[in-house]
């Protein structure tokens, strides 16, 4: 019996890429997703939390040490095999990674588990060049267990704030969006792809950056008003 249960787990297992979820502010977002690590991981599920750059894994970090929820630093390259042995050995705390660790040919060659495997994987921004969470993303289809990836954003995060204006953020309020609440919206969305779209034909030769804000002053000559959509550009 179990042995036929199994089975039919293999055949459904999935790979689900939730619609990007937006707050209006940064603490929303935060909370939002420290919350949905706590919940997972009381569901006795993997949960993989993901950052593209230095100063947003830090500021997770803190977070998770804040809020008393335990969590492992992926100080390795992330493969499927290690991805898993986190699984098995630490389902009880968060894996903490940054997205660039991936090696992606290895996913390929890991047999499947033995047992149902979960992964949650919350990812806490979105990378100015669109292949990059594309690659992410590619990687993950390849695990031979079940996937759940959803992107937790800001209005308030430096790339979104560079891909909309003032206007639609009103816009986003007067359609319901309040403080303290996040959903997903195909407008933001559509938007913020279009801009990546745009980035990615500009951009080149990247430059390294330690946090997103830095990454569109160096790669963009842009910086963003304190506190507002608008953008300018450096001389």
């Known amino acids: 019996m179990l042995e036929k249960i199994w089975q039919w787990w293999r055949a459904k297992r999935r790979f689900e890429l939730y619609q990007d979820a937006y707050s209006l502010d940064q603490t929303t977002k935060e909370h939002s997703l420290l919350s949905a690590a706590r919940r997972r991981l009381e569901m006795d599920q ?3 939390v993901l950052a593209h750059f230095p100063s947003t894994f830090f500021r997770i970090q803190d977070l998770l040490h804040e809020a008393s929820i335990p969590y492992a630093i992926g100080n390795q390259t992330l493969t499927a095999s290690n991805v898993q042995e986190h699984h ?10 940054l997205a660039d660790t991936i090696q992606r040919v290895e996913a390929r060659r890991i047999a499947a588990p033995s047992f149902p495997v979960e992964i949650n994987v919350l990812v806490a921004e979105r ?11 590619n ?11 959803g992107y937790f954003l800001s209005l308030e995060d430096p790339l979104v704030r560079a891909a909309i204006n003032e206007t639609l953020v009103r816009l986003m309020q007067q359609m319901g969006l309040k403080p303290g609440e996040m959903i997903s919206s195909h407008l933001v969305s559509r938007r913020l792809n279009s801009w990546l779209k745009r980035v990615a034909r500009q951009v080149t030769q990247e430059l390294s950056a330690n946090s997103p804000a830095e990454w569109l002053e160096q790669n963009l000559c842009l ?4 506190n507002t959509h608008e953008k300018n550009r450096l001389p």
């Open 46 to 48: 993997a949960v993989l």
């Open 139 to 149: 990687f993950l289809k390849q695990l031979p267990f079940s996937i759940r990836v």
């Open 88 to 97: 098995d050995q630490n389902r009880r705390s968060v894996l903490l990674l």
């Open 127 to 137: 990378y100015p060049l669109y292949h990059r969470d594309e690659v992410l993303e």
């Open 223 to 226: 910086t963003l008003s304190p």
